[in-house]
């Protein structure tokens, strides 16, 4: 069974513009040509926030529109509250125009919000324009799961539990893994069936695990070859979380790609600012693309946050080879 936890984060980007002399000048700006302000956001989701003359005959009002800078995403749905202030008394409540306070679907073209009559207020030799915007961009949740991934229907478990009480009772077993001075008895067919590997090993008579039956492994410890075991005879396991790295090299090293994948989707779950470097660094090492990936459309995400955490100052130091690659994959 999968359990998760989920904890939802929202993140606030503001703006504080000030113009002067819009007036005077506010039929040079149209909507082709607005005026803009400068970028803003967080997470790596950034703004502008345009304003322009309507361009109707004997109209007074200008239009405020708000878009998103973002490769990453087609639409932002954001709660956006943007006022207007004159120059006057901020306490005096005539002296502001409220835009809106609503939810917004924020694209990358401008999204048009309704006019307002800067003659409403005292906006000469100038006004301030207000904008706050919240908003959740895909990849902000974060999840905190248990270590087993995948569920297995409850018509499999039984076979799952008889499979590991083979493992562990060691009846019938025809092989012996050493492990310094541990050892963990086996049985080739298991092994066999899951990895070429092993497929060849006790396949061929001129080698020692097949003329032995012993696997001696001097490049790992206990507790990882135990968790590739049991992966090996259930589908899944539970030992995972302290040692996922070791139990990766032991997958990439006999061929088991089903327990490759199910250490990368660990590894993936647990991406975030001050983990992503190690992470992808280890999807290198052990050539996961699928793994770089996600680190990279983690990256595409928190562009702003990640970029400016020491671990990613480490890695372009450490390995910029893989900074590069990653910026690259993030477009």
Known sequence: MSKQTTRVKTFKANLEWKIENFAEKRCLFE??????????????????????????????????????CSC???????????????????????????VVHAKVDISREIR?????????????????????????????????????FFCIPEDSKCVARSNLHMLDSANFTDCLFK?????????????????EVFRTMFSQESMIEAEKGIVEIKDSDY????????????GSTSSIEKNVEGVLALAEKYAIKPLKEFCGNYLA??????TIAKIAAIGELYCSTPLIKRC???????????????????????????????????F
């Open 31 to 68: 909507k082709n040509r607005p005026l803009r302000s400068s970028k803003f956001g967080t997470a790596g989701v950034d703004f502008e926030v345009s304003i322009y003359d309507t361009g109707l005959s004997n109209s007074k009002q200008s239009v405020i529109g708000i878009h998103h």
């Open 112 to 148: 048009e919000l309704d006019p307002i009559d800067l003659n409403k207020i005292n906006s000469s030799p100038y006004f301030t324009v207000y904008v706050e915007v919240e908003f959740c961009p895909q990849g902000c949740a974060e999840p905190e799961c248990e270590p087993i």
């Open 269 to 274: 779950s647990r991406i975030n600012t001050t």
């Open 72 to 98: 990453s995403y087609s639409v932002v749905r954001a709660i956006c509250n943007i006022f207007v202030l004159g120059c006057g008394n901020p306490d005096n409540g005539a002296n502001r125009l409220s």
């Open 179 to 195: 492990i310094g001075e541990d050892e963990i008895k086996a049985h080739r067919c298991f092994l066999a069936q899951h990895s």
């Open 223 to 234: 507790p990882s070859v135990r968790a590739m075991l049991e992966f090996i005879y259930c």
């Open 296 to 330: 990279a459309r983690y990256l595409a995400e928190n562009r702003i946050s990640v970029l400016r955490s020491k671990e990613w100052e480490e890695l372009k130091k450490q390995n910029p080879e893989l900074a590069i690659r990653l910026l690259e994959l993030s």
